[in-house]
Structure formats: C-alpha cells, structure tokens
C-alpha cells in the first residue's frame, strides 16, 4: 500500500518573544506613544482601553486583542473607572499570512477565549512554582528559575494557534467614529501624504478644518506626543522603509524633506538609536 504525505508548511513562525505579562493599570493610566521593529500584542481580560495604532483608534472592551505591527506608532489609555488588565507580549515572526494582522482589533469567538484560557492557565501554573512571584500586581513570565526547555516553545504554540484561529475565522471591530478620533486619523493621514515636506501645524489643522489647539489636545490623548514629534516619527518610519529598499541615506534624506545628510543622521539616531548607514548595511547582509 502506497502512503501519501500531505506537507505541513508553516504559515506563521514565532522566532523570539521580548516580553510576556500581565498587568493591571487604574483609571487615568496612559503613556507617551513608542514604535520598535517588532510586533506587539494587547488582549483585554479585564475592563476596557482607548488603543491607537497609527492612524487609528480603537476602544476596546473585554476579550478584545489587537496586533501592534513593527514600526506602528501605538499608545493606549485607561478610561474606565475600574482601571483594566491586560496581558501583553511582544515577538518577531514571519510567514505569509502576518499580512492579515495588521490594522485589525479582533473580538476573540468563544474557541479563541479557550486558548487565551489555556494560555494563562499554563502561565501561572509556571509562575507559581517561580521563586519570583510577589504581592505586586504584574506577573512577567519570561525570566522564571523553572521554566524548563519545552516552555518558549510552549507559549509560542500556544500564540500561533490563536494566530492562526484568528486569520482562519476572527471577529473584526470597526475603529472609533468619535470626533476627535476621525479628525486625528485625517491628521496623520494627512502627515503621511506629505511626508516628503516639512509642514506646519498650522497647515495641518487647516487641512482638518479644526484649531491649532484642538488638534494638540488630540494628539496629547491619542499620541501622547506632540505633533511635531509624531510627525518625525513618521518621517523615520518611513526612512527605515526606504533604506530597507535599498536607497542611499542621501537619497532617504532628500526623499523626505530632510535639510541635510547631517540633519537626518543625527535625527535617526537620535529616535532609534541606530545610525542609517548601519541600518543599511545591515540589510546588505
């Protein structure tokens, strides 16, 4: 009797986890927004958030998760009385379908809870045998004196089949249709669109039909940043991209309507820490 084999090809590989915990935050709870070259996940247990994610904004409820993507500039803030709890890790993957986590708040069906549930489950049970656990009201799960050889290897199973259940049948929510989150999702479209300039807040706020002072109050609650530094931000973003593709740094500067080489260097290393001829040389190799 012949066997056929049917191939398993792997459509999501976790490489490496940052940061895996859980907390609680109260009321009032909110910090300036942050960027970094790796994906990062928010899944409500508890209570409710207001998340933006670039230029979107989402206000989130329990069993609600969303997939922050590398270089996304995201922040969340807490509004609810009650405070919330939240469980947060960060990771490097590929494979062919990471494409469809982006730009999405998913609802987790009843399927996908039973696997969050298992995943927790399986993360205090470790926990509990750690020297490390204490009154606080944080539980980080990544450095334990017992976590065995099979336990990275764990949580990352766990999280692809969420991952995958999620691309296979997820829930998706629609973004706030609250004013001020339309008019900041008009703001920093508007940025992107003219990413190869410099302009000023004025000209932003005229192209949003709203005052000067009310676009930096939107900013403060949806960025936590001015928008200048938003605007920046954006700025390096995009030039991470272009020097990915390949461009020089002077050709990356002029692309963006930076004044000079010089400028733009100290500018990006300033915001990452890397200079861009290193990031370019990385991507050589």
């Known amino acids: 009797m012949i066997w056929n084999g049917y191939p398993v090809i792997e459509q999501i590989h976790i490489h490496e986890f940052y940061s895996f915990f859980d907390i609680h935050y109260e009321k009032g709870f909110h910090f300036a927004g942050e960027t970094h070259n790796?994906?990062?996940?928010?899944?409500?247990?508890?209570?409710?958030?207001?998340?933006?994610?670039?230029?979107?904004?989402?206000?989130?409820?329990?069993?609600?998760?969303?997939?922050?993507?590398?270089?996304e500039l995201h922040k969340l803030q807490v509004e609810q009385e009650e405070?919330?709890?939240?469980?947060?890790?960060?990771?490097?993957?590929?494979?062919?379908?990471?494409?469809?986590?982006?730009?999405?708040?998913?609802?987790?069906?009843?399927?996908?809870?039973?696997?969050?549930?298992?995943?927790?489950?399986?993360?205090?049970?470790?926990?509990?045998?750690?020297?490390?656990?204490?009154?606080?009201?944080?539980?980080?799960?990544?450095?334990?004196?017992?976590?065995?050889?099979?336990?990275?290897?764990?949580?990352?199973?766990?999280?692809s089949q969420l991952?995958?259940?999620?691309?296979?049948s997820g829930q998706i929510s629609e973004t706030s249709t609250e004013p001020d989150a339309q008019i900041f999702r008009n703001a920093v479209n508007y940025i992107n669109h003219c990413i190869d300039i410099q302009v000023s807040v004025d000209e932003i706020a005229g192209a949003c039909y709203t005052s000067v002072s009310s676009l930096k109050r939107i900013f403060q609650k949806y960025a936590g940043i001015s928008i200048h530094k938003y605007a920046l931000m954006l700025k390096i973003k995009?030039?991470?991209?272009?020097?990915?593709?390949?461009?020089?740094?002077?050709?990356?500067?002029?692309?963006?309507?930076?004044?000079?080489?010089?400028y733009f260097s100290a500018c990006y290393k300033r915001e990452t820490g890397l200079s861009p001829t290193d990031v370019r040389k990385k991507e050589k190799y």
């Open 38 to 71: 790796f994906w990062e996940c928010v899944y409500v247990m508890d209570g409710s958030i207001c998340v933006s994610g670039d230029e979107r904004v989402y206000n989130m409820e329990k069993n609600h998760i969303i997939f922050h993507k590398p270089l």
């Open 238 to 262: 995009a030039a991470t991209e272009l020097l990915h593709q390949g461009m020089s740094v002077t050709q990356a500067a002029e692309a963006l309507g930076f004044s000079s080489q010089a």
């Open 83 to 159: 405070g919330t709890t939240l469980l947060i890790f960060s990771f490097s993957m590929e494979g062919s379908l990471e494409e469809y986590l982006k730009d999405k708040v998913f609802k987790l069906t009843d399927v996908q809870q039973h696997i969050m549930r298992s995943l927790l489950e399986y993360l205090h049970s470790t926990l509990e045998k750690s020297a490390e656990v204490s009154g606080v009201r944080e539980h980080k799960y990544l450095v334990h004196a017992c976590a065995t050889k099979v336990y990275y290897q764990m949580l990352s199973t766990y999280v």
């Open 163 to 168: 991952l995958l259940s999620l691309i296979d």
